[in-house]
């Protein structure tokens, strides 16, 4: 069967600790229903500032400026010990300030639904030019923006959101109908960033592949957001939207979902659209949340922490043909989650891990890395949730013992070895295994590992249609010029010039009879 190159990646963070603030699901109806609680008067004090987040390490191991290596070897608890050094750009991605991003969602917006202030406009402006990947094609999108007054009257009338920065009121986020909750300002404000995180993720994909907007063929975004009016509420579509603001106007697109599970779905329907050869170049990415923007900052408030939450997590994944260089997906080892399966987590484990496992002839000792809900301990532990990434390494190295594939006595080692540390922000969909794929392809290039599986689980009784669980997962590994060079393997071009060789051979040795 044929394999797919994962040709390129990007991660990068949005800091928006004053959105979060205002407009995550936790504060926003806390001050709804409550007013300027005393929760709420805490959390004032515990939001961190632009540095404190990009000196904190699980950032830096998402954009690819440290190691999950470094991070593991890290002294915690994280928040208390920054990083000595550095950088808003890793090497896959970016951290970018909430003053920016406010920019690049008025850049994003195509209906007039962002209003900024003519002055922060203008400073917005300023920093997004001196900004490595910001176009002027972009950059013409800034809106040069509108007077305070303006702002004011929009928001008084009750048909706007303010929208704030440094304390203040510096623009706001319209309403786009009169009565459709689906076009509410709300809404469109969560659509609007969930589309700009998007964008500034695929602009750090095609400059990570040194490849043109014109060339991506199609785009698949897999968020947990919705567009769509009151008539469709789900309809679509944030990839060609997302496609349009970058350049990508060779491409088509549509959106995927399926809760924290969809960035894998996506990607299996992305590889399957390469291996058919239907399309060559697909990107599929997402962008963040602002409803989960500081979910469990009661807790974290609570227990006089930082109020960890304060990231969008955006990603993109560009696929293409196996090139003999870039590590592949497998597409013979696909993990599915059936209806009938079971909801028990020996259940799910068994369905995505130990069957595409023995469908392909691997074992679970075969596999270096497994990566599933990598979200960051430091944010969930507070808030009773657990350290979700470690009890799934558990329940993997648990399965593998009753498989008679591990001793009991080596399940320690299995975890440690084979698992690693959370270190996604709380995004749903953006912490369910795909953040580890430019780690793992990195390594795989540099040759520290074999293999690894991505594993992405969704929770379904969310919307109240099933209880049934769901995931899905695949295998990355060597491509197969590399794979078959380990393992003496002879590869399907070796097979047909041997085929032409014998052939040639027979056909001179039929020329020499006829001639006698």
């Not at 550095?86 to 003053?99: K, L, Y």
């Not at 702002?151 to 986020?173: M, T, V």
């Not at 079971?342 to 484990?349: E, F, K, L, N, Y």
């Amino acid at each position: 069967m044929q394999k797919v190159a994962i040709r390129q990646y990007a991660y990068c963070l949005n800091h928006v600790p004053e959105l979060s603030y205002y407009y995550g699901n936790t504060p926003f109806w806390e001050r709804n229903n409550k007013g300027e609680s005393e929760y709420l008067s805490s959390l004032s004090k515990f939001m961190r500032t632009y540095d404190d987040a990009i000196r904190y390490a699980p950032n830096q191991a998402f954009i690819g400026g440290i190691s999950l290596k470094d991070l593991e070897a890290h002294e915690t608890p994280w928040y208390e010990k920054p990083l000595k050094e550095a950088s808003r750009f890793g090497r896959f991605g970016e951290i970018m300030p909430e003053d920016e991003f406010l920019g690049l969602m008025d850049i994003c917006d195509v209906f007039d639904i962002i209003w900024l202030e003519s002055s922060f406009s203008g400073r917005a402006r300023e920093k997004l030019q001196a900004h490595p990947l910001m176009n002027q094609n972009i950059l013409q999108r800034l809106e040069k923006g509108h007077t305070a007054d303006e702002i004011e009257q929009e928001i008084k009338d009750g048909s706007a959101l303010p929208i704030y920065f440094d304390g203040r009121i510096i623009g706001c986020c319209r309403k786009a109908h009169e009565f459709d909750e689906c076009l509410s300002s709300y809404v469109l404000l969560e659509n609007i960033a969930c589309k700009a995180g998007g964008v500034l993720a695929l602009l750090h994909l095609l400059n990570n592949a040194k490849m043109k907007p014109e060339e991506v063929d199609f785009i698949i975004e897999c968020s947990e957001e919705a567009a769509g009016d009151m008539n469709q509420r789900g309809g679509g579509n944030f990839a060609k939207s997302i496609g349009e603001i970058v350049g990508c106007v060779n491409a088509s697109g549509c959106d995927v979902r399926g809760f924290c599970a969809g960035p894998v779905y996506a990607l299996i329907n992305a590889a399957a659209q390469v291996a058919s050869g239907i399309r060559k170049n697909v990107v599929v990415l997402a962008g963040g949340a602002v409803p989960k923007l500081y979910m469990n900052s009661r807790d974290h408030v609570k227990k006089g922490m930082p109020a960890l939450e304060d990231t969008l997590g955006n990603f993109a994944i560009l696929l293409a043909p196996e090139d003999g260089v870039s590590p592949v997906m497998r597409l013979d080892a696909i993990g599915k989650h059936s209806v009938g399966a079971g909801a028990s987590p020996q259940a799910i484990t068994e369905a995505l891990v130990y069957e595409p496992l023995k469908r392909v002839g691997l074992n679970f000792l075969d596999i270096d890395k497994y990566a599933a809900e990598l979200q960051n301990p430091e944010i969930t532990l507070p808030a009773g949730a657990g350290n979700v990434p470690e009890a799934n390494f558990k329940m993997i190295a648990a399965l593998a013992v009753m498989k008679k594939e591990l001793d009991k006595t080596g399940m320690n080692d299995f975890i440690r070895q084979r698992g690693m540390p959370g270190f996604a922000p709380t995004q749903g969909h953006i912490p369910s295994g795909v953040p580890f794929i430019g780690h793992a392809c990195e390594d795989i290039k540099e040759g520290k590992m074999k293999r690894a599986m991505i594993i992405g689980k969704g929770s379904l009784f969310l919307a109240r249609l099933t209880n049934l669980s769901d995931g899905a997962s695949f295998i990355i590994e060597f491509p197969s010029s590399v794979a078959q060079k380990e393992e003496g393997l002879i590869s399907k071009d070796e097979i047909r010039d041997t085929i032409l060789e014998v052939l040639a051979d027979l056909a001179d040795t039929l020329k020499g009879a006829g001639a006698k």
